[in-house]
């Protein structure tokens, strides 16, 4: 279904403990057509447990692919942060009598996340609203791991 979307202004960027992948797609008509792809291995121990520990290791790998393909390259980025360092669920928020949804949500949300709410960082949107309860899509991440990127 990619061939029905629009494709953003930007390119595609993978951090991993492996290694660092650029990847690149533009519309020709109603082709999509690879402009290019790249990818740059980061040495032993630039990660641990989902975190950068040695960012100038990944600074580098990028700077290469960049500088590699810098006459290719458009000047925005989609990224993802590791699938085993990330939460996405669909949970209840139960309505009670008092608090806003704010309130309830960070009553809940203890129930659901694999983390204390102060070390998260989420985000939600109400996907159904009922009377006695939301049904509320959540996405959370570690603050640390999160901060490791920045």
Not at 35 to 49: C, R
Not at 94 to 122: C, V
Request: aromatic letters at 6%; hydrophobic letters at 40%; glycine letters at 6%.
């Amino acid at each position: 279904m990619l061939g029905r979307k629009v494709l953003p202004n930007a390119f595609g960027l993978e951090i991993a403990a492996h290694g660092v992948k650029v990847l690149q797609l533009s519309r020709r008509g109603r082709v999509i057509q690879l402009d290019f792809a790249d990818s740059q291995p980061l040495p032993e121990g630039s990660f641990i447990d989902g975190e950068i520990k040695k960012p100038q290791n990944v600074k580098e790998a990028i700077a290469t692919i960049l500088k590699k393909n810098q006459a290719k390259i458009t000047t925005g980025v989609v990224t993802c942060l590791s699938e085993s360092q990330t939460f996405l669920q669909s949970i209840t928020v139960n309505r009670e009598n008092s608090g806003s949804f704010q309130d309830r949500l960070r009553e809940t949300l203890p129930e659901y996340l694999p983390l204390a709410i102060d070390e998260a960082f989420y985000d939600t949107k109400i996907i159904a609203e009922k009377q006695s309860a939301w049904q509320v899509c959540v996405g959370a991440a570690s603050k640390k791991q999160i901060e490791s990127y920045l």
